[in-house]
């Protein structure tokens, strides 16, 4: 009898020890994905065509882990094109072979292969996405990462009751593929979208009776929004009718929260707000629209949600809201600013403050000669004047291996010849072409300032970073002047992001430690300048030791 009573306030104690003090029971999980790239037939738009999904699901399935997880994910090509997984926004610590972006850290998964993704989320949580990264398979292969705070560990921000997860994205009837084997036989822009979707949904078109999406919320209840672009293309503005958004984080940062009624994220951005029900039940509109402040063609389609409190009656008033205008620069700049860093004790803004690397990169659009093309000439995009050439082997495999031939580490780190950047353009708009890489000092310090270019036409470049966060120390609108302009730098509590745009006709100025040894690409999130040539990659070399250093790649690494 004495030995069960012991026993029993045994199990009592490890109980209350269990409740008390939860992380210390389980640390962190290993996490097991199975992702199927499988064809399915979609009906969109009243039009039907075969697609590429995960698991026969558009958008993906989420992928859930916590800080300190190990995720684990087995890729199954069953699909007709060559695929990789890219996991945006994850740093990758020492992991940078499972970064995904074909022809940089892998070559592509073929049909009826399999490659395993394993890495760890390290010193992140919040919201993040997974895609394709070959070609313009993103279109329809992509989802939501979701990264909770390690057990025990709160949110720095009211507790919510309930979460959502909000995907935006672009369609097209035709298929996606042979839109961009069109442009580039062409030498002309790619045809622009069909729709917007939310969720998968474009809403009601004209002419065609399309269901749209349904957020169904209860009152008196916090929700945590989690908002992810994937669209290819376009900048876009999230509105609800009514109701205002409090933003706690973007890019699985955590930032000083602010109230806005309006979200403006570029594509490869994620926002994370807060959103109150605590307006009087019925029906609000949801608006998706796009943003474009320069004389480009885009989808101009607004895609249209519903939220819809628990208890409506059905046929419920629908709360509308105004749709911001297309060119709303102010709207855009507004909330660009509003985005700071928490800076806390637990979260602190490790800004470097001073400099081993400062480049100036040039980002924008010039026109090369095509003999095959439409008009003898093609359009093309570059970062410094140089149009990046796609290898026919992985980078990181011909650095592994020390495969001579695949790329120069002579990437300018600043203009070749330098011009008025925004205002009359150079007679010659021709680029060079080259696989240049430029390299870094294990655990240098970097600058960059990333300067949108007028030729052909200034536009916004929402420019993306693999294996880093950077802090977004300044931004404006001309020419950049070093004098000047970096005496106004935030060196205090910038936004730290993995995805930043460039406004057009003006500059960015980001900085990141390149504490992560490998191959990392940074390029233009919008995928017609990522096709035409605006990317390059960073080479960062080993530290000291093997927990500095680049590991040896997996066993089942694909073969190009």
């Not at 993103?138 to 990462?145: D, V």
């Not at 470097?352 to 690397?357: A, F, K, S, V």
Request: glycine share 6%; with cysteine.
């Amino acid at each position: 009898m004495l030995a069960k009573m012991k026993f029993s306030s045994r199990i009592q104690a490890i109980l209350l020890v269990a409740f008390i003090y939860p992380a210390l029971m389980v640390e962190s999980l290993v996490r097991h994905y199975n992702f199927r790239v499988v064809l399915k037939n979609t009906t969109k738009l009243c039009s039907s065509k075969a697609i590429l999904t995960v698991n026969g699901k558009f958008p993906g399935p989420t992928l859930y882990a916590r800080e300190d997880d190990t995720v684990i994910i087995r890729v199954t090509n069953h699909g007709n094109r060559n695929v990789t997984i890219h996991w945006h926004g994850v740093k990758q610590l020492g992991t940078c072979w499972a970064d995904g972006p074909a022809y940089i850290t892998q070559c592509p998964i073929q049909p009826g292969q399999n490659f395993i993704y394993k890495f760890t989320i390290t010193g992140q949580r919040g919201t993040l996405l997974w895609h394709a990264h070959d070609s313009w398979l993103r279109a329809t292969l992509h989802g939501a990462i979701v990264i909770l705070p390690k057990l025990g560990t709160p949110y720095p921000f009211p507790t919510p009751q309930k979460e959502r997860i909000i995907i935006l994205s672009e369609w097209w009837k035709s298929d996606v593929e042979a839109v961009v084997d069109k442009s580039t036989e062409s030498g002309l822009p790619p045809n622009i979208s069909d729709a917007h979707t939310i969720n998968g949904h474009p809403g009601p078109v004209h002419g065609c009776s399309s269901q749209g999406f349904t957020l169904h919320v209860e009152s008196g209840k916090t929700y945590l929004i989690r908002i992810i672009n994937a669209a290819l293309n376009d900048d876009l503005f999230f509105k609800i009718a009514g109701h205002n958004l409090t933003v706690v984080e973007v890019d699985a940062s955590y930032t000083k929260p602010f109230q806005t009624d309006t979200i403006f994220i570029s594509p490869g951005q994620t926002t994370t707000a807060l959103l109150e029900t605590n307006k009087d039940i019925g029906n609000y509109l949801i608006s998706v629209s796009p943003f474009m402040d320069a004389p480009i063609g885009i989808d101009n389609f607004t895609s249209i949600a519903t939220l819809r409190y628990k208890h409506s009656p059905r046929n419920s008033t629908t709360f509308l809201t105004s749709i911001p205008p297309q060119n709303a620069t102010p709207l855009t700049a507004t909330f660009i600013d509003s985005l700071r860093s928490l800076d806390s004790k637990q979260y602190p803004a490790n800004v470097p403050l001073t400099i081993d690397h400062s480049l100036f990169l040039t980002v924008g659009v010039g026109i090369n000669p095509c003999d095959t093309c439409v008009n003898g000439s093609k359009l093309v995009a570059s970062v410094n004047n140089v149009s990046f050439v796609m290898p026919t082997i992985a980078l990181l495999q011909a650095y592994y291996y020390h495969i001579k031939g695949v790329y120069t580490l002579d990437f300018p780190p600043k203009p070749p010849n330098p011009f008025d950047y925004t205002g009359t353009p150079p007679v010659n708009v021709q680029t060079a072409n080259g696989t240049k890489l430029y390299r870094l000092g294990y655990n240098s310090t970097v600058q960059i300032v990333l300067q949108d270019i007028a030729i052909i036409l200034p536009e916004s470049h929402p420019i993306h970073l693999h294996g880093f966060n950077f802090f977004v120390v300044g931004t404006g609108l001309g020419n950049f002047d070093p004098d000047k302009d970096t005496k106004t730098f935030n060196l205090v509590d910038p936004v730290e992001r993995n995805t930043v745009s460039v406004p057009t006709g003006g500059w960015t100025a980001i900085r990141f430690r390149a504490d992560n040894p490998g191959i990392w690409f940074l390029h233009c999130h919008l995928e017609v300048h990522t096709t035409w040539g605006l990317k390059m990659a960073f080479l960062v070399d080993n530290g000291e030791g093997p927990n500095e250093s680049l590991t040896p790649p997996p066993s089942d690494l694909p073969t190009c």
